[in-house]
């Protein structure tokens, strides 16, 4: 209610007191909801610490949840929300998504069709809809129809739109949704426009069974979208088209209070169409398809002490390419057109076991391993993947964290899996190259201050060995990242609060495989923003981030290396205006606020965060 009511500090306040109360255990929903009967929606922590800003408290909050209770939807849920503004994290969002449909039972919430889609290229905030917008649902379950709708409009002909239709008759639930962006781009060749449509039913076959399945298709045609160091480096005839259709069949069976199973099927029919003009005579096409389905089932067992997260899967694409070059120097030599055609089939199959233990109070242990068995298109490999995470916490105010593990990037269908995506509150699965063995190390503590003050820092290293194919040959290059994170939050009082947020995030790719265009590339930024919400429905919410940028480029088509820096601020501002009796919201923002001109390069394309210009926008969501 206080967080609906435009009262979301008070509401956290409320949450770290119940929580308090509860024998330090994480809950998932505010003191106005029941936590396990299936009478009540499904509740998101994520909103109320976005409301904030708070957006490492957020991840440090899922991930005390999901290890408390893995098995528990409101958690993953969390998670995904909360890896939503991260670069190179979607297979880990989208994994967390799968997880928390999963495990949910029968409900009323709508579910947005571009969720379930990574890789999407929209910058972060210029869409339709945040993706914890759940606040609104009901607080009650009963028979009944929701229409949710999410606008966006914005500068440079950028618009959105998603549509969701969900119902709950008896024991059977179904959301409809339709999802559309488009948009001109700030530069030629810049633009997007994509459509996406779903279908999920889900089912209660009794009361510990559930059953669903869901449908999305997805049509993509864009420019190219990536924002470089070099404003000048772009194509103006690169154009990409996809048209993928996805199937999931998912089942969760409960045993017993203490064990469960969940598995996923996931079928896909994705097309992918390149075409590009490097020169004026010389016109490429490039055309693949593929068929991959993925199988997955994983048992939750849990204890008072103890929980054992078992699983395997299976994946299996068959692959088709066909490559199109065509020279046309004109009259009188006709047009010579040379095609290269590849079939090949692609597999993995990997197990997995978790175990997480108590000894002795308030030291919480992750031993785990997993086996890979990978066949794709550029390497095969056969490894054994440890897992080492632990947890301690000395008392209600501080949380140290310890990780170190392996990982071999595999081949997904929508790049989704529903092995854990996380160790000891690191993520696991990044957007690497198929078939990359990399290993994690990384030590983070989480300290409240005071009643009103949370800070902390985070330092993790990644070593990467990535296969690639050069003139027919399979090899591998060595990379590194590393990931260096501070944060300071204060709820100053019932209506404002401070934070300043830090991130140094360097990539090593070397000389051997160009990333991107990236061989080296150092990020640094420094965020300084308030919140203030008034009691009668308005907020503001004001960024200024400094951006500390220095890197080694490579330009493939002339082949010559470059090395650029930049330094800027950039502004961004937003206000917010809560519609009664909880039937939406209202935005009115800017990005780029000042119109800075700057030269940067988008660490994660597929998760884009600057725009090289200031963008105005509105966006709203309705509840009926």
């Given amino acids: 209610?206080?967080?609906?009511?435009?009262?979301?500090?008070?509401?956290?306040?409320?949450?770290?007191?119940?929580?308090?109360?509860?024998?330090?255990?994480?809950?998932y929903r505010s003191r106005l909801l029941l936590d396990e009967d299936q009478a009540v929606r499904s509740a998101s922590q994520a909103r109320i610490y976005s409301d904030l800003g708070f957006q490492q408290l957020a991840l440090t909050e899922a991930w005390k949840s999901i290890n408390t209770d893995p098995a528990n939807y409101s958690a993953h849920r969390l998670l995904a929300d909360s890896y939503s503004v991260l670069p190179r994290h979607e297979i880990a969002r989208v994994s967390e998504l799968l997880q928390a449909q999963l495990l949910q039972p029968v409900n009323v919430n709508?579910?947005?069709?571009?969720?379930?889609?990574?890789?999407?290229?929209?910058?972060?905030?210029?869409?339709?809809?945040?993706?914890?917008?759940?606040?609104?649902?009901?607080?009650?379950?009963?028979?009944?129809?929701?229409?949710q709708a999410n606008g966006f409009v914005a500068g440079d002909a950028t618009w959105g739109d998603d549509l969701v239709v969900s119902g709950i008759q008896g024991p059977i639930s179904f959301s409809v949704?339709?999802?559309?962006?488009?948009?001109?781009?700030?530069?030629?060749?810049?633009?997007?426009?994509?459509?996406?449509?779903?279908?999920?039913?889900?089912?209660?076959?009794?009361?510990?069974?559930?059953?669903?399945?869901?449908?999305?298709?997805l049509e993509n045609n864009q420019g190219d979208l990536a924002l470089r160091?070099?404003?000048?480096?772009?194509?103006?005839?690169?154009?990409?088209?996809?048209?993928?259709?996805?199937?999931?069949?998912?089942?969760?069976?409960?045993?017993?209070?203490?064990?469960?199973?969940?598995?996923?099927?996931?079928?896909?029919?994705?097309?992918?169409t390149n075409q590009d003009t490097p020169i004026p005579v010389l016109s490429i096409t490039s055309s693949r398809k593929d068929t991959p389905y993925l199988a997955e089932v994983q048992q939750i067992f849990r204890t008072d002490h103890h929980q054992l997260i078992a699983g395997a899967g299976h994946f299996r694409s068959e692959r088709k390419t066909v490559i199109t070059q065509m020279l046309d120097v004109g009259f009188p030599v006709p047009p010579n057109t040379m095609s290269r055609k590849n079939a090949e089939n692609v597999r993995h199959s990997n197990i997995y076991v978790y175990s997480q233990f108590n000894y002795p109070n308030r030291l919480v242990w992750l031993l785990g391993i997993s086996a890979d068995s990978f066949?794709?298109?550029?390497?095969?490999?056969?490894?054994?993947?440890?897992?080492?995470g632990l947890t301690w916490m000395p008392n209600n105010a501080l949380t140290l964290r310890l990780a170190a593990f392996r990982v071999l990037k595999r081949d997904l269908v929508t790049n989704q899996t529903v092995e854990?995506?996380?160790?000891?509150?690191?993520?696991?699965?990044?957007?690497?190259?198929?078939?990359?063995?990399?290993t994690r190390y990384g030590v983070a503590l989480d300290a409240k201050l005071?009643?009103?003050?949370?800070?902390?820092?985070?330092?993790?290293?990644?070593?990467?060995?990535?296969?690639?194919?050069?003139?027919?040959?399979?090899?591998?290059?060595?990379?590194?990242?590393?990931?260096?994170?501070?944060?300071?939050?204060?709820?100053?009082?019932?209506?404002?609060?401070?934070?300043?947020?830090?991130?140094?995030?360097?990539l090593d790719y070397g000389t051997e495989l160009i990333l991107n265009g990236i061989r080296k590339l150092v990020t640094q930024r420094t965020l300084l923003g308030f919140n203030y919400f008034s009691s009668w429905g308005l907020s503001l919410d004001t960024?200024?981030?400094?951006?500390?940028?220095?890197?080694?480029?490579?330009?493939?088509?002339?082949?010559?290396?470059?090395?650029?820096?930049?330094?800027?601020?950039?502004?961004?501002?937003?206000?917010?205006?809560?519609?009664?009796?909880?039937?939406?919201?209202?935005?009115?923002?800017?990005?780029?606020?000042?119109?800075?001109?700057?030269?940067?390069?988008?660490?994660d394309p597929n998760r884009p965060i600057q725009y090289p210009g200031r963008l105005v926008f509105a966006k709203f969501t309705a509840i009926f």
């Fill in 543 to 603: 960024n200024a981030t400094y951006i500390n940028q220095d890197g080694v480029f490579f330009d493939s088509v002339s082949e010559i290396t470059t090395e650029g820096s930049d330094q800027f601020w950039v502004v961004e501002t937003k206000i917010n205006y809560r519609l009664p009796k909880r039937h939406g919201i209202i935005s009115i923002g800017a990005k780029n606020l000042f119109d800075k001109k700057f030269q940067f390069q988008e660490p």
């Fill in 375 to 388: 066949d794709g298109s550029v390497t095969e490999r056969e490894q054994l993947n440890p897992k080492f």
């Fill in 1 to 27: 209610r206080k967080q609906t009511e435009n009262r979301p500090i008070e509401a956290l306040r409320d949450l770290e007191k119940s929580t308090e109360l509860n024998d330090n255990r994480a809950v």
């Fill in 110 to 147: 709508p579910l947005q069709p571009q969720l379930g889609e990574s890789s999407l290229g929209i910058i972060e905030g210029a869409g339709p809809s945040n993706s914890s917008f759940n606040e609104f649902n009901p607080l009650f379950i009963r028979n009944q129809m929701r229409f």
């Fill in 229 to 272: 160091f070099d404003p000048n480096n772009f194509s103006t005839s690169l154009r990409r088209q996809r048209n993928v259709d996805t199937f999931r069949l998912g089942i969760r069976h409960i045993f017993s209070h203490n064990s469960q199973m969940i598995a996923s099927l996931i079928v896909q029919d994705n097309d992918r």
């Fill in 420 to 438: 854990p995506s996380q160790v000891a509150g690191f993520n696991q699965f990044y957007d690497d190259n198929s078939g990359t063995d990399s």
């Fill in 450 to 506: 005071a009643s009103t003050t949370f800070s902390g820092i985070e330092l993790s290293h990644r070593k990467l060995d990535v296969p690639f194919e050069r003139n027919g040959e399979a090899l591998d290059t060595s990379q590194k990242e590393r990931l260096y994170r501070a944060y300071w939050y204060w709820t100053v009082n019932k209506r404002f609060t401070l934070r300043a947020d830090h991130l140094y995030d360097e």
């Fill in 177 to 217: 949704g339709q999802f559309h962006y488009e948009s001109e781009g700030f530069r030629e060749n810049n633009d997007q426009k994509q459509d996406i449509y779903n279908l999920f039913v889900q089912t209660a076959l009794s009361h510990k069974t559930n059953l669903q399945a869901e449908y999305r298709t």
